[in-house]
Nanobody
Framework: QVQLVESGGGLVQAGGSLRLSCAAS????????MGWFRQAPGKEREFAAA????????YYADSVKGRFTISRDNAKNMMYLQMNSLKPEDTAVYYCAADLNVEDLRLGRIERIRTWGQGTQVTVSS
């Protein structure tokens, strides 16, 4: 089973940008649909973006559409989330996730998702 480690979080001012990375090890990375979720303090974990195993299809939550871009590099076993025009409400712990069913990711079926990273904190100051 694939294992995931996120990096790239930090503190940024509103309107700024960050790029998150998710490194995968073990398993066959290209077999998995991949996604990014986030969890703000006191709130449930929510779907942000997902990408097909080939990278040819992407999915976004309405709250991030047009500002965030998800991508992957199967040769490097890496997934990325480019976040632009950040807002204070984007402040959360961001998690990468892997699953064999894109619907589990896209529909936010948290309990069904097979694999999670440990999370990386993103803080956007106003």
């Amino acid at each position: 089973q694939v294992q995931l480690v996120e990096s790239g979080g930090g503190l940024v001012q509103a309107g700024g940008s960050l790029r998150l990375s998710c490194a995968a090890s073990r398993g066959t990375f290209s077999n998995y649909y991949m996604g990014w979720f986030r969890q703000a303090p006191g709130k449930e974990r929510e779907f942000a973006a997902a990408i097909s195993w080939s990278g040819g299809r992407t999915y976004y939550a309405d709250s991030v559409k047009g500002r965030f871009t998800i991508s992957r590099d199967n040769a490097k076993n890496m997934m990325y989330l480019q976040m632009n025009s950040l807002k204070p409400e984007d402040t959360a712990v961001y998690y990468c996730a892997a699953d064999l069913n894109v619907e589990d990711l896209r529909l936010g079926r948290i309990e069904r998702i097979r694999t999670w990273g440990q999370g990386t904190q993103v803080t956007v100051s106003s």
